[in-house]
């Protein structure tokens, strides 16, 4: 029969405390004859006893959680480099220039951080960024790629992909948080984007952050239906925005940090 580590640290604690309470009388009566004092040394010994096994309790929770803590950041480590092999599929799937998702996901990191997010929702920000498109796994190729302007039924269908994206994303329990992105990075600060049109700081967070860095990215990049844009005209494309499709603050404030960014973006910050 196989005896589980729980049973055996408590099997142990009690052979332990046995012991202690079993030789540590014997020692007081043979010691101390006088009935009283022999009551005041009980008292200060089970003091001791419950400080002592007070502080090995804390030892050990300290080491379960420590354990625990490893754990977990070893299964989000491979959470996260499956991620990026399915990431790196869809960006070479809808010939993206680059590492277009991971170069989106650490400016928009990077923006979160100056913006005051941190914790949890920095690491929500940073799978959603990392799989804003993912709602474009259900759309044709046709669609995706294609080199000219969408017509009305395609441009149809390709609004479609951030409620799929965030449908997809909630299934998974570690992703419910990282919706956020995927379903309204294409929402616009007016109200006149998709596919809830939110207005201004009804858009969630996040959503605002990436859609900057987006933004900047889609103009500098070249795509297969337009060239890079020269990065004076990025600039001055975003501040034309600023306040209609963009979240004004925050265009501010990814302006003013542009060289930081976008060391980060080329992974050499």
Known sequence: MTIS????????????????IWFSDLALEALVRDPRRLTWLQS?????FVLGTGALLYAMMGHTVRRLAAANRMLLD?????????VEAMDARHK????????????AVGLAQLAGVEGRA???LKFGALLHDIGKLALPDAILVKPGRLD?????????????????????????GAADIPHSHHERWDGTGYPQGLRGEAIPLAARIFSVVDVWDALSQPRVYKPAWPEPEV??????????QLDP???????AHLDELKALASGTA
């Open 5 to 20: 580590p729980q049973m055996r640290t408590a099997c142990a604690y009690v052979a332990l405390s046995a012991l202690w």
């Open 249 to 255: 603050r925050l265009v501010e404030l990814f302006l």
């Open 96 to 107: 993206e220039t680059g590492d277009h998702s991971e170069r989106v996901m650490r400016m």
């Open 235 to 244: 600039i001055a494309y975003l501040r034309g925005v600023a306040g209609t």
């Open 122 to 124: 920095l690491r929500d």
């Open 78 to 86: 491979g959470n996260e480099q499956t991620l990026r092999v399915l």
């Open 152 to 176: 009305e039924a395609e441009t149809a269908l390709m609004r479609t992909h951030p409620v799929i994206g965030r449908d997809m994303l909630r299934r998974v329990d570690f992703l419910c």
């Open 44 to 48: 200060i010994k089970g003091w001791v």
